[in-house]
Every structure is written in C-alpha cells, then in structure tokens.
C-alpha cells in the first residue's frame, strides 16, 4: 500500500508569515510523529499523535510551532511567525503500537526556507 | 534523554569492499532502527532490532542491548550504498525516536 506523504514537498516563505505542513499517515497507523531535520544533522522529535491527541509535544520549540489531527488521520504542522531559523526539512512518520509494530515509516518531507 | 552515538562520522570505501557501522546509546531501549538516507532525503528502514541479529540481503545488523550498541554489516558495497546511515532509539517511556548524528558513506566505483 501507499506510505507516508507530505504535502508540499517544498515550501518558500518569507519572515513573518504562517505555513502549515501537511502529512497524510499511512492506512490504519494509529501513531504519528513529526521530526524536524536540519542541515547535517539526524531528525529531531517535535511532537507524537496517539489517535486524535497530542500524547507528547515536548520537541516543540516554542508556542508558534502547533500541530493537529483532529480525525486521527491526517495531520497538520502549523508554524506561526516563521523565523529565518525555522528553515529546515520538515518529516512525519507513522507506526503502529507494540513490538515490531512500533516500526516507524518516514515520509519524504517537507524543505521549508523561510527568507 | 538517551544518548545516540555513531561511528564513524564519515567512511569512504572502493566498491566491493565491506564495513561495520557502530551505534551506541546510554541507556535500554524498547526500539532500535537502522535507517539508509538517500540522496533525495528520503529515510529508508533497514532494519527494526532491539535485540539479536537480523540479515537482509549484503546488510546485516546486531544489537547487544545488555551492552547498549548496535552494529550494522554492509558487504560487498556497491555505489547505490552511498548515502547517511542513521541509527535511532527509542528509551524509557518515550515513544519518539532519538537519532545518531550518522555516518556518511561514500562507495566509490
């Protein structure tokens, strides 16, 4: 079946503006994660969906990061007032829970570069 | 949090040739992944192994969780190999993973 998508797959903003993320789980995963990835470095966490909650948000950086998934589908990474540091790839990942379910797919990503 | 550390940072290797990718991490975990990242970004799974030794193919990977590492074999590298190979954990009551830093493979023809 289909994996993770992400939609944009690239996104050019400028300083100041609001952007949302998009990333669609694959079918029937129950957990999402969004990662943020900059530039030689590996991905760090910023927020886990169990279902329709947000069972950990402790990587979000600061208040104008924000993400939803209020049909425990898709889910939406809103950034507010982005800042030049914000610029960097942006992946969701999705799993199922227990053992070897706890596999985690990555999506493509999303290059944000905000100017 | 848990520590992730690989080594090495960087390895250059002529086609055909083997290695052994190491990751270390500072306390148990409930989930340990290999994952190759392509030149497009794109994070490939390679192997789900908390404990034990798993093969696929010219890779193969062992972890020694009562040791906290990790080992990924490649043999018989070809060019397609070349790219970041990132080991990620996931420890106690947190479910996210923390990632190495990597190691950046480059096979050359």
């Known amino acids: 079946g289909a994996g993770v998508s992400q939609t944009p797959s690239n996104k050019v903003t400028e300083k100041g503006k609001y952007v949302e993320l998009r990333c669609d789980p694959i079918s029937g995963h129950t957990a999402l994660y969004w990662y943020r990835q900059s530039l030689g470095q590996g991905p760090e966490f910023l927020i886990y969906f169990q279902g329709t909650g947000a069972a950990d948000d402790s990587g979000l950086p600061n208040d104008r990061f924000f993400a939803v998934r209020p049909e425990g589908s898709v889910s939406t990474l809103k950034i507010q007032r982005t800042e030049r540091g914000d610029s960097a790839v942006y992946l969701c990942?999705?799993?199922?829970?227990?053992?070897?379910?706890?596999?985690?797919?990555f999506g493509p990503g999303t290059r944000l570069t905000v100017l | 949090g848990i520590q992730v550390e690989q080594s090495p940072p960087d390895l250059i290797l002529q086609e055909g040739a083997n290695s052994t990718l190491r990751c270390n991490f500072s306390d148990s975990v409930n989930n340990l992944q290999w994952f190759h990242q392509n030149p497009w970004g794109q994070l490939i799974n390679l192997f789900y192994i908390p404990s034990g030794t798993k093969q696929n193919g010219r890779l193969s990977a062992t972890t020694v969780a009562t040791e906290r590492y990790s080992l990924l074999y490649i043999s018989s590298s070809q060019t397609t190999d070349s790219g970041v190979y990132f080991c990620a954990v996931e420890g106690g009551s947190a479910r996210q993973l923390t990632f190495g830093s990597g190691t950046q493979l480059t096979v050359l023809p």
């Open positions: 990942a999705s799993s199922l829970i227990g053992g070897q379910a706890d596999t985690q797919y």
